[in-house]
């Protein structure tokens, strides 16, 4: 693979094919990769993050076979330890490096890594940094995913180094990419694992960096971007108040009841020319539940009662959706029960964060009978009603 991203800018980072999990919550079929990348100015040079301990020995390999002989900065944009975790071996195979970065990353570095204090040099939103020929300026960007998080503008280059935004969890064969389907997908999931709760954030540093004339953006994760416009128009997609003309149900069925409430459920909705997505929870793929989660109109979440409550992997994926916040504009919950509905009820709490309107919710005894199924149809046709007022209100994408 070509690690050369500009003259005299390389990527150092490394390649996790086999990590199958993030966070040990999320699936990355794809693995990932922690990015690093070195920076030679005439005068200085500077090490743009690290990467996981885990694979310090990429980057010392990568480092050797770049000769680099020294490194005068070590640009800490995050302090999460995939990107920050090797930087004690860094700053023991390179002593006169020191660590540059915001008082916040500072103070987490510290309590998370036990770097040491005179091991910082610390700077402020919009200050500059010169390497000799080449000019580094920071962009305060909290909330990208922790409140310390900074980008790079690397001036002459016209390369924002961007941190977790704009990542994707893919372990790329090509380090560049103009942007394709696999690589927009995987962009995607990540934005909804990571991004997402904080998209009123991800919307101002949207703006603000729409001041910078940038030629490639170099996340911390995934392909470097040779098209920025790719990436940013995705990310300016994903985080307006347009939805999609679709519905995303999440169900687990203990004895078919339930599954039959959500089967009649999804070919009411389907006849209805709107777009259905289901998930069987017990076999789902928590990312596909969370990029499908970035721009679905609606959301059913459907449940039998056991154990004095809705199903635990009903919980557990609602707490999640819960912490993602999605843009979600309707939701409803329907179930069955054997001897007890009450636990359902009470459920919607669960969601709280969900900021949508709840629709009618459809609890049921055992098997759907006839007014059951008309019940259900009476959701389809709620449903078909509020996107018709989204679709009035220019609110809708994919209308037929
Ligand atoms: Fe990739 Fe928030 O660390």
């Known amino acids: 693979m070509n690690k050369k ?28 990769t922690y990015n690093s990348y070195i920076i030679k100015g005439s005068e200085k040079t500077a090490l743009m993050d690290t990467v996981d301990p885990t694979k310090v020995n990429d980057l010392i390999n990568n480092l050797k076979e770049l ?45 998370l890594l036990h770097i040491s204090e005179d091991k910082f040099k610390i700077i402020d939103d919009g200050d500059r940094i010169s390497l000799g020929n080449k000019t580094l300026e920071f962009i305060f960007a ?35 990419t103009k942007g394709d389907t696999n690589v927009y997908n995987s962009a995607k999931r990540y934005y909804a694992e990571i991004m997402m709760p904080f998209s009123k954030h991800v919307i101002k540093h ?20 040779e098209k920025p416009n790719f990436i940013i128009d995705a990310y300016k997609d994903w985080t307006s108040d347009i939805v999609k003309n679709k519905v995303m149900i999440i169900y687990v069925s203990m004895h078919g009841s339930t599954k039959k409430m ?29 990029m499908t989660l970035v721009d679905y109109a609606t959301l059913v979440v459907a449940s039998p009662t056991v154990l004095g409550g809705a199903h635990p992997f009903v919980v557990s994926t609602s707490y999640v959706i819960n912490a993602l916040k999605p843009k979600t504009k309707y939701l409803s919950i329907i179930g069955s029960s054997g001897w007890s509905g009450k636990p359902l009820e009470r459920f919607s709490e669960t969601l709280c964060h969900v900021k949508a309107e709840l629709l009618p ?8 009978n006839e007014e059951d199924y008309i019940k259900l149809n009476q959701l389809a046709e709620e449903i078909e009603n509020k996107h018709n007022e989204l679709y009035a209100k220019k609110l809708l994408s994919g209308v037929n």
């Open 5 to 32: 991203i500009n003259e005299n800018i390389f990527f150092v980072g490394a390649l996790d094919k086999e990590r199958m999990l993030f966070d040990e919550l999320i699936p990355t079929p794809d693995g990932t």
């Open 67 to 111: 000769k680099i002989k020294n490194i005068d900065y070590i640009i800490t944009h995050h302090a999460e330890q995939d990107h920050s975790g090797s930087i004690p071996k860094m700053l023991e195979l390179f002593p006169k490096a020191v660590v540059v970065t915001n008082e916040k990353c500072k103070t987490l570095l510290i309590d």
């Open 142 to 176: 909290p909330w990208v995913h922790w409140p310390e998080t900074f980008l790079t503008y690397l001036k002459e280059d016209k390369i924002l180094f961007s941190c977790d935004l704009f990542g994707s969890h893919l372990a790329f064969d090509e380090l560049m």
């Open 206 to 225: 949207l703006e603000r960096i729409s001041i910078y004339d940038i030629e490639l953006i170099a996340p911390s994760h995934g392909p470097v971007y």
């Open 262 to 290: 959500v089967d009649y459920l999804a070919k009411s909705i389907q006849k209805k020319n709107i777009g259905v997505t289901v998930f069987n929870l017990v076999k789902a793929d928590l990312g596909e539940i969370a």
């Open 361 to 368: 919710f459809v609890f049921i005894k055992g098997m759907p």
